[in-house]
């Protein structure tokens, strides 16, 4: 078995390389046993970066904002990584949207890594793995962690998990189609950004959208609506002063914690279910469920029975295992 | 513990009671143990009815086809079960999209049953409890089932599975936010619809939508395109007939019955995760779990190694229950 993650590849991660990184965040996202090794190592050096979260609707210019958001973000010194989640086809695995083109300045600053990942059949979601990406991004030193999603599907539940501060982007765009899309992601946003600000609608765009904001009850934090055009970089620092606001109020009365202990018990939950589907589906079980399909096309049994039959089964070869 | 499905209901059911109908089909929705034995009973006689998966964007009108569909359909002298998927707040519960009128001949129509399902969480998703609900239906004796769902997110996958012919609903509407939607909705579709198509760009939209369909390799079904203005019922014939058509394409070769094994083979998967998860969080892991949740904040524990942890006593306490 080849060894993915040397003890070599470790020190030079821990000394800044990128291209030790590169090769770390692949090692995790390939999920290998050494993977998992390294990051029980590293994980008592998780917890510095500040995890932000990006997402709207296709065709809302986030890649540009995110590119401008990490430039804002070096000018003040700091470190950034960025992970793009690329909505990709479940049944083809291409991409469904466009290759991006990043900012020149962003593409070639050491200070920023950024990292593509595919969704991997579930459409739209911010995965395990992409999480796992960002603790690697965590441990290396940066200190603010940008995941950038589609909003489309899961993806809204799981970047309100990933994600510390969610910022969601929106457009100045007619048409029941992106209202009622939007109806998800309204929930979500911590801050709200109206990019394009330029084009027609616009303050029209953010009057409604402060005036929904303005029918909910009162909350401790109430999401502010920030203008924005990306690409001439007007409104940033604007965004930037949001996004530091909202971490000063989760600062406050142990909210961060609070909402990354949710987020470690959550991938607890993933990684057990994830583990007692590789200790349930051994070959045996395998076989047992391949013969009920077959007698399903004859005798139309019961799923549930099937599983009662399964669940037995794996009873008892869990008892065998241990009894030896 | 209350008897929710007496053997008067079930008698009732069988000899064709809506309201016994509505009542077990709650009954299920409730996921009781009594339900499930229910199912068990009746799952010999399911596989007679043929599901349609109606999906698409919101604002495509689906509602009004579906409706004009199951009119079409009554027509021919068949019967027919609507499982109306709404999405629903994860957050709140609370629906996100308006509630639909349904067309008062439908409505009224005793060979037409609906019922509206939230998707419980899962953004779009169409879950196991909107197929075991077209299971009731099926063994109620209707000969087609008709799954309306809103083409955000999840439910593209879902519908692929619950369904033997998917019908995707288009409108001719401009906008990248569009677009990229639909993108995965293309993949889907066993017949495409262009709804709507009294409007300005209707034409051009299904040239573009079949100049796209002609671009991928031949298969043995190839998708077609038909064009509806579902309030005047213009269309709905040629959908049928459409229908119709793939049906019997299905039947060929065995493909119907390889898609349901296939489904069934789902479903078994989806049952075990359920069981294995109600095995495994007892009170003991979930202590366990929030001791571990509690170091987490002093130690920085791996998550991995909790994972490892909590199996470790799963294994335990389950050799115990076997010893007693």
Known sequence: MSKMVSTELLNEFLSGSRRALAKLIS??????????????????????????????????????????????????????GIIAVDPTSPFTGGALLGDRVRMHDIATDPGVFIRSMATRGS?????????????????????????????VGQSELDIVEAADTVIVVLVPESGDSVQAMKAGLMEIADIFVLNKADRD???????????????????????????????????????????????????????????????????????????????FWDEEAQQLLDASLENFQNQKLSPYRIVEELMNKFMASLQRKMEN
């Open 27 to 80: 090692a995790v996202e390939n999920d290998g046993t050494q993977a998992r090794a390294v990051l029980d190592e590293l994980y008592g050096k998780i917890g510095q970066a500040y995890r932000l979260g990006i997402t709207g609707p296709p065709g809302a210019g986030k890649s540009t904002l995110v590119d401008q958001l990490a430039k804002t973000i070096r000018a003040s010194g700091k470190t950034v």
């Open 123 to 151: 459409l739209g979601g911010l995965s395990q793995k992409a999480q796992d990406a960002a603790d690697v991004l965590d441990v290396f030193g940066k200190d603010f962690i940008i995941f950038e999603t589609v909003g």
């Open 201 to 279: 609608g616009a303050s029209r765009a953010v009057q409604e959208l402060e005036a929904i904001l303005h029918l909910r009850p009162a909350a401790p934090w109430n999401p502010p609506v920030v203008s924005t055009v990306a690409p001439a970089g007007k409104g940033l620092d604007a965004v930037w002063k949001k996004i530091q606001q909202h971490r000063e109020f989760l600062l406050q009365d142990g909210r961060l914690a609070a909402k990354r202990k949710q987020r470690l018990e959550k991938k607890i939950h993933e990684l057990v279910s994830r583990r007692l589907k590789q200790e």
